[in-house]
């Protein structure tokens, strides 16, 4: 009983935590404090709940608890500096507006959230100069994405103390410049733009394939870069890349029915019944991409990225996708952004476009990148040109290391099942 208890908590977190550290944020104005707070009322729930039973509604609980310890943490800031007039004023605003029950403002907060909103406020406050752009990143994706510093360093491919301790020395710092808890204007919506992009779409990435746990997505994360993207194309309208990230999202967003079977197992895109692609979805992002290039201006990653998802979507079938434009646009794109991931994506192009033995060249090269050494999509693709190229043993042992490297649970079983198949 407590184990699903624990298994509810867990998920519950999971979708709310960046809501209520942004909702604390907003009354405490320091997020390390913040987090901490809500980190309060994630303990309570683990003392309380398999005790007393789980509420009506947990995350309104959750909310509920964090607030009111916010509400104590101010009285005691005021009753240890009385000079702090700011102090003051947050204590009389939030004793005016005590919530007993937040589940009865909780769902209008999230339908009617404006440009304004404390998420929005989050993600700009931990995106600020103070931060370079490493920690920058790190510290959104704790705070906004819930995720762990594991997952975190799989996303960036670096070790986990790394991004344990950018998270840290980033809370820190925040606090030491006492940066506001706002949404910039003017030139420093601009400096802290290109971060919040990054941050929103590995949020969206987390959610679209899980590096970690039983689930292969996790739709909730997909659901909450989309509407941080949709805000942020209101509030930069201008912004080609905003637009591109927010096309990217949509059109990738699209393939979520499509992407797995009833028992949750991964299909792959070449695999995908296209007919269960959200068209809607992928009419918003066309739309968002045409917007974007409209602008005129120089085409970024984001809007590349999108180029090639614009390919895909427009094409009725695996054979009919335009390949060579798509390695193309890999090709561009590796020249403003470099990556060996990225480089890894042209060399699946280049396999389709050219075959699978000029995919595998660019591969064989990749296989001594050392940045690629723990990242399992790597001899994934390796053993799927080998095995496309009659080279079966040699990828049945490919896809035994990308299994043995996958984090998720789904991935493992996917790449298990493509060595077992290559069994000689």
């Keep these: 009983m407590h184990s699903a208890v624990h298994d509810t908590i867990a998920a519950v977190w999971r979708i709310e935590s960046a809501r209520i550290v942004a909702a604390v944020a907003r009354r405490v104005r320091d997020v390390g404090v913040a987090e901490e707070l809500a980190q309060d009322a994630l303990v309570?729930?683990?003392e309380r709940w398999p005790r007393d039973g789980l509420p009506d509604k947990p995350g309104a609980w959750l909310m509920t608890t964090a607030l009111n310890r916010a509400l104590d943490h101010?009285?005691?800031r005021q009753m240890a500096d009385a000079r702090h007039g700011d102090i003051a004023s947050d204590l009389e605003a939030m004793e005016a507006h005590v919530v007993p029950d937040f589940s009865d403002t909780l769902d209008q907060q999230r339908e009617h959230a404006t440009l304004g909103d404390d998420l929005l406020r989050l993600i700009f406050t931990a995106c600020h100069p103070v931060l370079n752009p490493e920690a920058r990143v790190a510290l959104t994706l704790k705070l906004l994405g819930g995720l762990t510093t594991g997952e975190i360093a799989r996303a960036y491919l670096v070790p986990e103390p790394t991004v344990a301790q950018r998270i840290v020395r980033a809370k820190?710092?925040?606090?030491?410049?006492?940066?506001?808890?706002?949404?910039?204007?003017?030139e420093q919506l601009a400096q802290r733009l290109g971060s919040v992009l990054e941050v929103v779409y590995l949020i969206f990435n987390?959610?679209?394939t899980a590096t970690s746990g039983a689930d292969w997505m996790r739709p909730a994360l997909c659901d909450e870069a989309l509407r941080l993207g949709r805000m942020l194309a209101e509030l930069a309208p201008r912004e080609a890349e905003v637009l591109g990230l927010l096309a990217l999202m949509e059109i990738q967003a699209s393939r979520t029915?499509?992407?797995?079977?009833?028992?949750?197992?991964?299909?792959?895109?070449?695999?995908?019944?296209?007919?269960?692609?959200?068209?809607?979805?992928?009419?918003?992002?066309?739309?968002?991409?045409?917007?974007?290039?409209?602008?005129?201006?120089?085409?970024?990653?984001?809007?590349l990225q999108a180029q090639i998802a614009a390919c895909h979507a427009r094409a009725a079938s695996t054979e009919d996708t335009d390949w060579p434009r798509i390695a193309a646009l890999y090709a561009e794109l590796m020249?403003?952004?470099?990556?060996?991931?990225?480089?890894l994506n042209r060399a699946v192009a280049v396999s389709m476009a050219?075959?699978?033995a000029a995919g595998l060249a660019i591969v064989d090269t990749l296989l001594q990148d050392k940045a690629l050494q723990r990242y399992h999509w790597l001899p994934?693709?390796?053993?799927?040109?080998?095995?496309?190229?009659?080279?079966?043993?040699?990828?049945?042992?490919?896809?035994?290391?990308a299994a043995k490297l996958a984090g998720n649970e789904r991935e493992k079983e996917l790449l298990g099942a493509r060595a077992s198949s290559n069994w000689i």
């Design 74 to 76: 101010l009285r005691h």
């Design 44 to 46: 309570a729930a683990l």
């Design 257 to 303: 029915a499509a992407r797995t079977d009833r028992e949750g197992n991964p299909i792959l895109l070449a695999d995908q019944d296209r007919g269960r692609w959200d068209h809607l979805l992928i009419r918003r992002g066309l739309a968002a991409l045409d917007r974007a290039q409209a602008l005129g201006q120089p085409a970024g990653r984001y809007c």
């Design 380 to 401: 994934a693709v390796q053993g799927d040109l080998l095995e496309k190229l009659g080279r079966r043993e040699e990828a049945k042992a490919a896809f035994l290391r």
């Design 172 to 186: 820190r710092a925040l606090a030491d410049a006492q940066v506001p808890f706002e949404v910039p204007q003017g």
């Design 354 to 356: 050219a075959g699978p």
């Design 335 to 343: 020249r403003i952004a470099p990556s060996p991931v990225v480089e």
């Design 206 to 208: 987390e959610g679209y």
